[in-house]
């Protein structure tokens, strides 16, 4: 019988196929356990904070500032691609040691009893003003004198999301500047009521100036963090404090200005400082 | 990144999206087989039960029952089986296919007349001989149509392996795509599902035309 024999053939081919893909895929990854492998979770699809390169390699300020933490602590680095919608579900599986990806931190995962690092970058935007302007909600906002600093991610809120708010300062909109230290000056002065700003310039600035006051309503807020399985303190420890040294030498800071990040946002900087 | 990179990139992830098409092609038309005898049983329970598992496997979408088997054991019981990540994936694709698989089946044996169970009867053929020698080539030959349906819509659903993050071919033109603000890996994406489903339409048309004997 030709035909049952070309059947049996094709099943044949099929059964063939099959097994040797699996025994290819199964066998590959066998790895020696015999230095510590951190393997780092990442959404690579997240651009500037961990995505592909032109070359098809993962990189990104996460993905170097990781790298630089495990040769600080003498690990091998495993970057572990994830599904982004399941990061938290796929760490309890093991598949990966962290989630370290522009993660932003949320009560929820704390609450759920998730390890989470101290933050290490500040999306938030505040608005920052004086003492005596009379200004202590967003609405208060409303026909008042607003600077924000030009090309940051507070001016590209107020254009987008936040425009209705914009919308009712003096002017129609906000008043933008060259950077932040004229921002503060001019608020300091009177020539503005109050200044949307990143988080920690915020800070920064009431410091240097007297009688500035963040108010508590905020336009947004989202701090980066890394995320462990729980029971893992130690592991988190670990990576914090080799991040604190590479903040000290320099490397933050060096990586973040390769990535395009900006300045106002590195929250570990001031603090440091 | 160039269009050639994306390629290169891209294919390594193929040799997973055939991974997953063979192993759930080779696992899943047998066990189909099995779940449509179990259905067609005179054993109320027996066909209750695989009616049952017809119903939730068709029911519920692949992406959850991937989840399922992926995770599912590691909460259920406290057993991490999502490193070697093929074996959770091909489980639950060839589970998934197989209830597809199972009704063709049962589309195909019930077509045959009863006559034919009769006649193999009278000249001596016991149940499993009338079976295997008389029944199942017919069936095969008229299901194969309905197959191939399925096999088609098998290429392309091996992209939904993305939702435990089996890095597939899917998956990583995904991730070029927004890492490079780039729509390229998607139309490359459509080009390589589009030949390797050509190729295999060509293969079952053939396989059609070997067995319309007879006609």
Same mark, same amino acid.
């Given at each position: 019988?030709?035909?049952?024999?070309?059947?049996?053939?094709?099943?044949?081919?099929?059964?063939?196929?099959?097994?040797?893909?699996?025994?290819?895929?199964?066998?590959?990854?066998?790895?020696?356990?015999?230095?510590?492998?951190?393997?780092?979770?990442?959404?690579?699809?997240?651009?500037?904070?961990?995505?592909?390169?032109?070359?098809?390699?993962?990189?990104?300020?996460?993905?170097?500032?990781?790298?630089?933490?495990? #040769? =600080?602590? +003498?690990? &091998?680095?495993?970057?572990?691609?994830?599904?982004?919608?399941?990061? /938290?579900?796929?760490? *309890?599986? $093991?598949?990966?040691?962290?989630?370290?990806?522009?993660?932003?931190?949320?009560?929820?995962?704390?609450?759920?009893?998730?390890?989470?690092?101290?933050?290490?970058?500040?999306?938030?935007?505040?608005?920052?003003?004086?003492?005596?302007?009379?200004?202590?909600?967003?609405? #208060? =906002?409303? +026909?008042? &004198?607003?600077?924000?600093?030009?090309?940051?991610?507070?001016?590209? /809120?107020?254009?987008? *999301?936040? $425009?209705?708010?914009?919308?009712?300062?003096?002017?129609?909109?906000?008043?933008?500047?060259?950077?932040?230290?004229?921002?503060?000056?001019?608020?300091?002065?009177?020539?503005?009521?109050?200044?949307?700003?990143?988080?920690?310039?915020?800070?920064?600035?009431?410091?240097?100036?007297?009688?500035?006051?963040?108010?508590?309503?905020?336009?947004?807020?989202?701090?980066?963090?890394?995320?462990?399985?729980?029971?893992?303190?130690?592991?988190?420890?670990?990576?914090?404090?080799?991040?604190?040294?590479?903040?000290?030498?320099?490397?933050?800071?060096?990586?973040?200005?390769?990535?395009?990040?900006?300045?106002?946002?590195?929250?570990?900087?001031?603090?440091?400082? | 990144?160039?269009?050639?990179?994306?390629?290169?990139?891209?294919?390594?992830?193929?040799?997973?999206?055939?991974?997953?098409?063979?192993?759930?092609?080779?696992?899943?038309?047998?066990?189909?087989?099995?779940?449509?005898?179990?259905?067609?049983?005179?054993?109320?329970?027996?066909?209750?039960?695989?009616?049952?598992?017809?119903?939730?496997?068709?029911?519920?979408?692949?992406?959850?029952?991937?989840?399922?088997?992926?995770?599912?054991?590691?909460?259920?019981?406290?057993?991490?089986?999502?490193?070697?990540?093929?074996?959770?994936?091909?489980?639950?694709?060839?589970?998934?296919?197989?209830?597809?698989?199972?009704?063709?089946?049962?589309?195909?044996?019930?077509?045959?007349?009863?006559?034919?169970?009769?006649?193999?009867?009278?000249?001596?053929?016991?149940?499993?001989?009338?079976?295997?020698?008389?029944?199942?080539?017919?069936?095969?030959?008229?299901?194969?149509?309905?197959?191939?349906?399925?096999?088609?819509?098998?290429?392309?659903?091996?992209?939904?392996?993305?939702?435990?993050?089996?890095?597939?071919?899917?998956?990583?033109?995904?991730?070029?795509?927004?890492?490079?603000?780039?729509?390229?890996?998607?139309?490359?994406?459509?080009?390589?599902?589009?030949?390797?489903?050509?190729?295999?339409?060509?293969?079952?048309?053939?396989?059609?035309?070997?067995?319309?004997?007879?006609?």
């Amino acid at each position: 019988m030709k035909n049952k024999k070309l059947l049996y053939g094709i099943i044949a081919v099929l059964a063939v196929a099959a097994i040797v893909i699996a025994v290819v895929l199964l066998t590959r990854p066998a790895a020696k356990k015999e230095e510590t492998v951190f393997k780092m979770g990442i959404d690579a699809e997240y651009p500037p904070f961990s995505y592909m390169d032109e070359k098809g390699s993962y990189v990104g300020f996460d993905v170097d500032m990781c790298k630089a933490v495990c #040769d =600080l602590n +003498g690990w &091998k680095m495993e970057i572990v691609p994830i599904n982004w919608d399941t990061k /938290l579900i796929s760490l *309890d599986n $093991k598949e990966h040691d962290c989630v370290w990806s522009g993660m932003t931190i949320l009560d929820s995962m704390k609450t759920a009893g998730y390890v989470l690092s101290y933050a290490y970058f500040d999306n938030t935007q505040v608005v920052l003003t004086k003492e005596g302007n009379g200004i202590s909600t967003l609405a #208060d =906002l409303a +026909g008042k &004198k607003v600077a924000v600093q030009l090309g940051t991610s507070g001016q590209a /809120l107020l254009e987008g *999301d936040q $425009k209705e708010l914009s919308a009712t300062f003096n002017g129609g909109a906000a008043v933008t500047m060259e950077n932040f230290n004229i921002c503060g000056t001019e608020l300091d002065a009177g020539g503005v009521d109050a200044v949307v700003i990143d988080l920690p310039v915020a800070k920064s600035l009431s410091e240097k100036f007297k009688g500035f006051q963040i108010l508590e309503e905020n336009l947004g807020s989202e701090q980066y963090g890394i995320c462990f399985r729980k029971g893992d303190d130690d592991l988190c420890k670990k990576v914090e404090e080799a991040y604190t040294k590479l903040v000290k030498d320099g490397t933050y800071k060096k990586l973040a200005e390769k990535y395009g990040l900006s300045e106002n946002s590195l929250c570990l900087l001031t603090a440091a400082n | 990144m160039t269009v050639w990179m994306m390629m290169s990139k891209m294919s390594e992830g193929l040799g997973r999206t055939c991974a997953i098409f063979f192993l759930t092609l080779l696992f899943s038309l047998p066990l189909g087989l099995l779940v449509a005898l179990l259905r067609m049983s005179k054993n109320k329970v027996v066909s209750a039960i695989t009616k049952a598992y017809i119903s939730i496997m068709r029911g519920t979408p692949l992406m959850l029952q991937l989840l399922a088997v992926t995770y599912g054991p590691y909460y259920l019981f406290g057993i991490r089986v999502a490193q070697q990540k093929l074996i959770p994936v091909v489980i639950a694709f060839s589970l998934n296919y197989a209830a597809y698989f199972a009704e063709i089946y049962r589309g195909g044996i019930e077509s045959m007349s009863k006559g034919q169970y009769e006649a193999a009867q009278v000249l001596g053929y016991s149940r499993s001989q009338c079976f295997n020698r008389i029944i199942l080539p017919q069936v095969i030959k008229r299901i194969i149509p309905a197959v191939t349906n399925e096999v088609v819509t098998l290429v392309k659903d091996t992209s939904i392996a993305f939702t435990v993050a089996y890095q597939e071919m899917f998956t990583i033109g995904k991730q070029i795509a927004n890492s490079q603000t780039s729509f390229m890996p998607f139309v490359i994406a459509g080009v390589f599902y589009f030949v390797f489903n050509f190729i295999v339409s060509w293969g079952m048309g053939r396989l059609e035309k070997r067995l319309s004997y007879y006609r």
